[in-house]
């Protein structure tokens, strides 16, 4: 298998984890109530983590698999002019 796919699929299963982190953090302080009980930026950490982490952190996020992914399908491209293969 060529390199390029098993980026493809390498960066599919790092994102998945990441998005996944990033959209259900808020389990983690049902998980571990010890949690709860921190201040951040004056609000109380079980709401504020899991918003900033659900909009920032997915922003954040998103952009790098855009940034990676974009590359990849230029290698990939690239790949296939060279081996001939007709879009």
Not at 54 to 78: H, P, R, S, T
Request: net charge negative; hydrophobic share 50%; glycine share 6%.
């Amino acid at each position: 298998m060529n390199s390029a796919y098993k980026k493809e699929i390498r960066y599919t299963l790092i994102f998945s984890v990441l998005l996944l982190i990033c959209g259900h953090l808020g389990l983690l302080f049902v998980a571990f109530p010890s949690l709860q009980n921190k201040m951040v930026f004056g609000f109380p950490s079980q709401y504020i983590i899991p918003v900033l982490m659900g909009w920032l952190g997915l922003m954040v996020v998103v952009y790098f698999q855009a940034k990676l992914c974009n590359d990849l399908d230029d290698e990939i491209e690239a790949l296939n002019d060279s081996t001939g293969h007709i879009r």
